[in-house]
């Protein structure tokens, strides 16, 4: 029954997309593009929520207040710090990115080890609602420094990085901004895998979330583990928050919360625990908003993306528990 | 299995009277224990309750810190709200972050069901305070009440059963999605192809009274139509007490049920109260749908007291309010809740706004407290669940829960 409704879903979502694409292809490939731009800034988010729920299994709330705050710093780097303009050069601008991004990475790493320092680590032997409503806590208290910090409004960078036309295939325009969150996107990804895979660290982190215990057992000191992955974490979440900025040009102490929910249903999606499923869900919800919002056949419109990515949620949640790639997990049963 | 020393041999019996109620004079205090055990657990709740009964006769005498009888509906009806979910969180532990999903359900019934909203039809039945040819549904606000919380019971046993099967995070998640969808789908209700079922952003408003009619008014003196009284605020405060402690009565006698040590059972030990035979989706989605229905209830209620349903009262932070006034005052206590909901909802209403007029003078710089009100409330969370997790009014059985850890999977050991 639920096997018959699931594919005649999905059915019905590839005639959609179908007939879109043949309505339109040029502008089909546009909205595509602003879809995989997106997707790559939720899945820098998502993969700091599977990682810390890879290893505590524990759904971290304050991530997405993580990101914001790493972006408010961006902005005052780029603002005040630095105080880069559109006049500057490009090789200012392009060393000035950088350094923003250092700042907030480490800004951000340095605010995610604290608070699983301060917060999470006293609650490991709690039962297991204590951290997750703490988490719920700390991202109102994180919050409510953003708001304190950089006030109630959206503050504004200038366009640093121009949403001119780069290059054009055919009808599909590639804007230099776009090109950014991806040229920076990827290299971060890459690092990421080679850390996770290849070092003794990673293998650390890999050991400590099949079983802690047997990993202390082997020698892997977890409470450092643990905090190396809060801290690889919230650099994820900082240089998302810088690319959210220079993408967007302004941000808001409150917009981390929305944008922390979206990024974490990514990584339900996905399979939470799994990073590539992360950023699958990602790049997935990522084309599910732009399609929505771009596209103009039978389509429900802006009003209703969050409804549908939530929709999407529920859905997976209840019918696919463990995510498109994960493993089941006592939740799922 | 260790205990702290604080809890060993001390139960509520080992020493009967014999530090407690040390000040009284002998006398009294022989009286006092002359006095039958149910009496005695009595005279403290039924002095609380006369206290608040003709709180509207004296609140003009007491200090400015107090609140106004206006004030005291509101932080009333989010008290009963919370004292529905802590149900739901407190007795069960299912840590639903979507409550306010629960509200708006309840406030939109009574705004479909009293008032101009459905101009297609006129319907009256047993409504007061408006003319009998006014256009849209006009039911009884007492009827409203009751159908609002049968209306939002079935709501939650709908988003209930599918999800109920998940567990801890998993449903908190699921919660927080509805609880995001719902109002979403408020606003943009206004438009459900061609139909206008929800007003979109401007809500519904006016709400129609609850009231007497004019038979009882003429009879006895009670009002008609509360809104249209003179003394407006007393009669809806009086309500308002009435229904929560119909709230309270409930939810306590619920946790001593059989369905309620069910529900605590699951709390402690989902597998092993399902291998003693309770079943597990059938009681958790009551519990959920009890939950509800007070929601419902407090929500329509509150939709009448304001004259209004708006969506932009249904926002996912005032799941997390509730949830803080749960934590506050000691999951599963239901005393604790009460004073936790009536502490918490007074600063949201006016306690934040006097201690930052009174910070400010002292520092002698304006600082605008409300706003950061949730990082008042996210710290609470925090510093409850870091230093005293139980609770400010701690219910016995959780404090020996969360003492010696019947949960024997601790976060870390938890593994596919």
């Known amino acids: ?129 204590a951290p997750l409503i703490t988490a719920v806590g700390m991202s109102f208290i994180l919050q409510n420094v953003g708001l304190i910090g950089w006030g109630v409004n959206f503050t504004s960078v200038p366009r640093l990085v121009p949403n001119s036309v780069a ?61 190396f992955t809060f801290m690889l974490a919230g650099g994820l ?49 990522g084309l599910i908003e732009a399609f929505n919002e771009g596209l103009t056949w039978y389509t429900p419109g802006s009003d209703w993306t969050r409804s549908i990515v939530f929709g999407l949620l529920i859905a997976i949640l209840v019918f696919r528990p463990e995510g498109l790639l994960g493993e089941r997990t006592p939740e799922g049963q | 299995m260790k205990l702290p020393t604080r809890m060993r041999g001390k139960g509520p019996d080992a020493h009967p009277g014999e530090d407690t109620r040390g000040w009284l004079p002998p006398q009294v205090r022989a009286a006092w224990e002359r006095l039958p055990e149910p009496v005695r657990r009595l005279v403290l709740p039924l002095a609380l309750v006369v206290l608040a009964f003709f709180y509207p006769k004296y609140a003009e005498s007491l200090p400015g810190a107090f609140p106004g009888v206006g004030t005291l509906v509101i932080m009333i009806v989010f008290t009963m709200m919370a004292v529905g979910l802590n149900i739901v969180v407190g007795y069960a532990g299912l840590l639903d972050l979507g409550y306010v999903a629960f509200y708006a359900a309840g406030a939109y019934t009574a705004a479909w069901f009293a008032s101009l909203q459905f101009e297609q039809v006129t319907f009256h039945f047993g409504s007061v305070g408006i003319s009998q040819e006014a256009v849209g549904i006009h039911i009884s606000i007492w009827l409203i009440l009751l159908i609002a919380g049968a209306f939002t019971a079935i709501a ?82 009086w309500t308002a007490l009435g229904l929560l402690l119909l709230t309270v009565f409930c939810s306590v006698r619920l946790r001593d049920s059989r369905l309620g040590r069910a529900w605590i059972a699951i709390r402690e030990d989902e597998t ?79 306690g934040l706004a006097k201690i930052g007029n009174s910070f400010s003078d002292l520092i002698g710089k304006q600082i605008d407290v409300p706003k950061y009100n949730f990082g008042v409330y996210g710290l609470i969370i925090v510093l409850m669940m870091l230093f005293r997790p139980t609770g400010l009014i701690p219910e016995r059985r959780r404090k020996k829960e969360l003492a010696e850890g019947v949960h024997d999977e601790s976060l870390y050991d938890v593994s596919g």
């Open chain 1, 1 to 129: 029954m639920v096997g018959v409704l699931g594919t005649g879903f999905v059915l019905l979502l590839l005639i959609w997309v179908i007939g879109n694409f043949a309505r339109d292809p040029g502008e089909f490939l546009n909205v595509l593009l602003i879809g995989l731009t997106n997707g790559a800034v939720y899945g820098l988010i998502a993969l700091g929520y599977t990682l810390v729920y890879g290893i505590l299994q524990l759904i971290n709330f304050a991530h997405g207040d993580v990101f914001a705050l790493g972006g408010l710093v961006g902005t005052t780097m780029i603002l005040t710090v630095l105080d880069l303009s559109t006049s500057d050069s490009a090789l200012v601008i392009v060393l000035g990115i950088a350094a923003t991004l250092a700042a907030a990475m480490l800004f951000s790493s340095a605010l995610n080890t604290t608070i699983e320092l301060v917060a999470y680590r006293r609650l490991r032997h709690a039962p297991r609602l």
């Open chain 1, 167 to 227: 290059f054009s295939l055919g009808s599909v325009d590639f804007q230099w901004n776009k090109i950014a969150v991806l040229l920076i996107t990827l290299p971060v990804l890459l690092a990421l895998t080679y850390l996770v895979q290849a070092t003794r660290q990673g293998k650390a982190m890999r050991a400590t979330s099949q079983d802690r215990e047997a990993a202390a057992m082997m020698g892997v000191n977890v409470n450092r583990t643990i905090s």
């Open chain 1, 237 to 285: 979440a900082g240089a998302a928050g810088v690319l959210y900025v220079l993408n967007f040009t302004t941000i808001r102490y409150d917009q981390g919360f929305q944008l922390g929910l979206i990024a974490f249903t990514a990584a339900v999606i996905g399979g939470i625990g799994n990073m590539a499923g992360a950023l699958l869900g990602a790049v997935t919800i």
């Open chain 2, 156 to 237: 939650g046993i709908l988003i209930g059963l599918p999800t109920l099967r998940l567990r801890g995070d998993y449903l908190a998640i699921v919660t927080l999605g509805f609880g995001e969808i719902i109002p979403q789908f408020v606003r943009n209700g206004d438009n459900i192809f061609g139909f206008d079922l929800t007003h979109g952003t401007f809500g519904i408003s006016p709400i129609d009274s609850p009231g007497f009619g004019t038979t009882l008014e003429d009879a006895i003196g009670v009002p008609a139509s509360f809104q249209q009284s003179f003394d407006r605020a007393q009669w809806f405060y």
């Open chain 2, 272 to 350: 092993a109260a399902a291998a003693m035979g309770i079943p597990l989706m059938r009681t958790k989605t009551w519990a959920y749908a009890i939950g509800a229905f007070f929601g419902g209830i407090a929500g329509a209620y509150y939709a009448t007291f304001k004259s209004g349903a708006f969506p932009s009262d249904f926002f996912f932070n005032v799941s997390i309010f509730l949830l803080c006034m749960v934590i506050l005052g000691g999951m599963g206590s239901v005393w604790g809740v009460v004073v936790g909901g009536l502490f918490l909802a007074y600063l949201d209403q006016e």
